[in-house]
């Protein structure tokens, strides 16, 4: 049985939120930069509908009070397209909210795979049918003592490739489940990828573990 020994990534922390509204871990680096062009589009729109009509104003009245004579003060005029001004600048305020969305997630990534080029970021180790043993919590791949760290720096880098782009399909790699972390063996002999969700562990186990049993 493998016992772990947990290591501390430094400055390995996504924020959650970039800004209120915006959740950084609610969505991918990708969508989060969909979702800036889409505020921009229609910021911009809003801005155009704006400044068309900016001259036309309206009169509404008066600032100072009303004497004998008349009213006195300034003629207040306002522009009736000022809404558009409004919903313009909270468009603007959401894109930039996604863009450090994006940017946050990308450099959790970029510190995750520090000389691990963006092709193997995506691919995924090849482990002999008794490489890998089940663990209560997760599995135990047993690498031996000179590769353990060099597997290790991988995974996480894999790991915190699936968190910034989705996990599923893409990332072309059972090990890839959300909630899974990894950790060196207290041996360091091994990795182990581990999670506190239930169902993160049964789906791990199944994806890595059931092609080796019928072998």
Request: contains cysteine; negative net charge; proline residues 6%.
């Given at each position: ?5 947990s ?42 509908k ?24 300034a ?16 468009h ?98 091994g ?25």
């Amino acid at each position: 049985m493998c016992k772990w020994l947990s290591f501390v990534l430094v400055g390995l922390v996504l924020p959650a939120c970039s800004s209120p509204g915006v959740q950084v871990q609610a969505a991918t680096e990708e969508d989060h930069t969909m979702r800036a062009a889409q505020e921009r589009q229609a910021a911009a729109v809003d801005r155009d509908k704006y400044e068309m009509q900016a001259a036309h104003l309206t009169q509404e009245g008066w600032d100072g009070p009303v004497g004998p004579d008349g009213p006195r003060g300034a003629l207040v005029l306002i522009n009736a397209n000022a809404p558009h001004l409004l919903d313009a600048q909270a468009h603007e305020r959401a894109a930039l909210a996604h863009e450090q969305a994006a940017g946050e997630l990308a450099k959790f990534e970029e510190a995750a795979c520090q000389g691990i080029s963006p092709a193997e970021r995506q691919s995924c180790p090849t482990l002999l049918s008794d490489a890998v043993s089940p663990l209560e919590n997760g599995i135990c791949i047993h690498v031996g003592p000179r590769r353990a760290a060099g597997v290790l720096a991988y995974l996480r880098c894999h790991l915190a490739f699936a968190r910034v782009h989705g996990y599923g399909e893409a990332t072309l790699c059972a090990f890839a489940v959300a909630d899974v972390t990894a950790q060196a063996t207290a041996d360091f002999k091994g990795v182990e990828l581990t999670s506190a969700n239930p169902q993160s562990v049964r789906t791990l186990q199944s994806l890595v573990l059931a092609p080796f049993r019928g072998m």
